[in-house]
T-cell receptor, first 115, second 110 residues
Framework: DTAVSQTPKYLVTQMGNDKSIKCEQN?????MYWYKQDSKKFLKIMFS???????INETVPNRFSPKSPDKAHLNLHINSLELGDSAVYFC??????????????FGPGTRLTVL | KNEVEQSPQNLTAQEGEFITINCSYS?????LHWLQQHPGGGIVSLFM???GKKKHGRLIATINIQEKHSSLHITASHPRDSAVYIC????????????FGEGTQLTVNP
């Protein structure tokens, strides 16, 4: 069974469209994350939810809106897509908390291409 | 300047060589992670360290908290080790947020 799954794996769309990426984890974790990996392979945190509550909200455009219907799911909705949104988006999950031993498990990534 | 710096950015080795990838950070941390990103894009957590040294198979990770430095070593490297290796740190004041280095692209030739 896949621990952290994302759909779709690839997403090609036109500028100005609205799209969603879905993430699900079956690890029973309390915390989920969205990361963006740019063309230089640099990973950066976007959002984090703990038990459906937003706990990290980095400086990202408000066109990006995360939604967590339950603690096993964290979806990312993007409005009015722009060329610069093209990247690979990774979902991850962890047990959460501030303990040093909190391991994050990553999904396979969604490659978004905006034309 | 990034809070987490890795070196080298790119590394090419011959099969069997001993490999070292370095990570320096400028903030206080509660933990340091080493991640591996496969050519297909998947990311796997290799190690999580708060002190000392950890070993898993041919991989060894060390950390020196005083010097704010960590190294990832690969012994008897193999072409299947070719991947991007990413260092990430977790600050005690940032909750579960990870700050990432830019990664080291390792290519091991047969």
């Amino acid at each position: 069974d896949t621990a952290v799954s994302q759909t779709p794996k690839y997403l090609v769309t036109q500028m100005g469209n609205d799209k969603s990426i879905k993430c699900e984890q079956n690890l029973g974790h309390d915390t989920m994350y969205w990361y963006k990996q740019d063309s230089k392979k640099f990973l950066k945190i976007m959002f984090s939810y703990n038990n459906k509550e937003l706990i990290i909200n980095e400086t990202v455009p408000n066109r990006f809106s995360p939604k967590s219907p339950d603690k096993a799911h964290l979806n990312l909705h993007i409005n009015s897509l722009e060329l610069g949104d093209s990247a690979v988006y990774f979902c991850a999950s962890s047990q959460g908390g501030t303990g040093w031993s909190d391991t994050q498990y990553f999904g396979p990534g969604t490659r978004l291409t905006v034309l | 300047k990034n809070e987490v710096e890795q070196s080298p950015q790119n590394l090419t080795a011959q099969e069997g060589e001993f490999i070292t990838i370095n990570c320096s950070y400028s903030v206080g941390i509660s933990a340091l992670h080493w991640l591996q990103q496969h050519p297909g894009g998947g990311i796997v957590s290799l190690f999580m360290l708060s002190s000392g040294k950890k070993k898993h198979g041919r991989l060894i990770a060390t950390i020196n908290i005083q010097e704010k430095h960590s190294s990832l070593h690969i012994t008897a490297s193999h072409p299947r080790d070719s991947a991007v290796y990413i260092c990430a740190v977790r600050s005690p004041t940032s909750g579960s947020r990870l700050t990432f280095g830019e990664g080291t692209q390792l290519t091991v030739n047969p």
